[in-house]
C-alpha cells in the first residue's frame, strides 16, 4: 500500500533512511549523509503533504516526495517535455525489501499520480555514482536530460512524458 506519510511515520521514515544511508556507504555511493537529507527535511515533506511511503505488513519499506519543486540548478537544462511537471525526489527503498520491486512501485504510483493531477511530464535526478538508481530510471523509460552539479557531486537529470 502506497499513501501520504503522516507525523506519526517520521521515526519510522527516519530508521529506513538512515538504514539505507549505512547501505548505501558499505556499497560505496556517497549520496547522502547528516546533512541530507535528515529529519528536518523529512518533517517538512511531511508538513507539506508530500512525502509518501510504501507499506507492507505495518513496515515502511520506502519513501518518496512528490512535488513541484526542483533546484536552480534544473534551470540550466533544456527539458524536452512542457510544463506543468511533477518533481521525485527523496526515493528510497529500506535495504531488507531492495530488488523486490519496491521502486517500480512507487516510480509507478508516481506516473499515475502525475496523471490523474493533470502533469505532462515527470522530472528528477539521480546521484552519477548510483548505478542502480540511473538503471531503474532509465529501464522504466525516463530519458537522459543532461547533469547538474550538487553538494555531493554530478547528478544525471531525467524526464519522462505523461500521457
Not at 507525523?7 to 544511508?21: A, Q
Not at 547501505?23 to 549523509?33: A, E, L, R, T
Not at 531492495?98 to 522530472?123: C, F, V
Request: a positive charge; aromatic letters at 12%; charged letters at 25%.
Amino acid at each position: 500500500m502506497i499513501r501520504k506519510s503522516v507525523s506519526n511515520d517520521l521515526i519510522k521514515i527516519e530508521k529506513v533512511l538512515e538504514d539505507v544511508k549505512a547501505h548505501m556507504c558499505i556499497k560505496g555511493i556517497d549520496q547522502w549523509d547528516s546533512e541530507y537529507p535528515n529529519k528536518d527535511i523529512l518533517k517538512q515533506d511531511i508538513k507539506h503533504k508530500a512525502g509518501y511511503i510504501c507499506i507492507e505488513n505495518g513496515e515502511i519499506l520506502s519513501y518518496m516526495v512528490l512535488n513541484e519543486s526542483c533546484d536552480k540548478e534544473y534551470n540550466l537544462l533544456t527539458w524536452k517535455y512542457a510544463s506543468p511537471f511533477l518533481v521525485i525526489h527523496r526515493l528510497f527503498v529500506s535495504p531488507s525489501a531492495q530488488g523486490k520491486g519496491i521502486s517500480s512501485k512507487m516510480i509507478k504510483y508516481a506516473e499515475l499520480y502525475a496523471l490523474e493531477n493533470s502533469y505532462r511530464s515527470i522530472r528528477l535526478d539521480a546521484f552519477s555514482l548510483n548505478e542502480i538508481a540511473n538503471a531503474v530510471y532509465l529501464k522504466k523509460g525516463y530519458e537522459f536530460a543532461g547533469t547538474v552539479i550538487f553538494r555531493k557531486g554530478l547528478f544525471n537529470c531525467y524526464e519522462k512524458a505523461i500521457k
